[in-house]
């Protein structure tokens, strides 16, 4: 399709899809916060567990880069 392969299109959906979803994560933890009345280190302790995620994601994708997968 549009001259890409199969492989292509689902790593392109794969990682667009997953960072679109993790974006929309981010705006969830953050109405979480505000309506729970969570303070600043409630918030900073719901982004930082939110955050170890994405980092796992992102480390995943830059170690798949730098092995050449």
Known sequence: MF???EEQ???F???IGVSAFIL???FIVLQLAR???AGK???FVLFIVLAFG???FVAKNIIA???GI
């Open 13 to 15: 959906g794969l990682t």
């Open 24 to 26: 929309y994560m981010l």
């Open 41 to 43: 280190f409630g918030t």
């Open 35 to 37: 309506e729970s009345k």
């Open 65 to 67: 880069w730098a092995m």
């Open 9 to 11: 299109l689902a790593q």
């Open 3 to 5: 001259g890409y392969t």
């Open 54 to 56: 994405m980092l796992g």
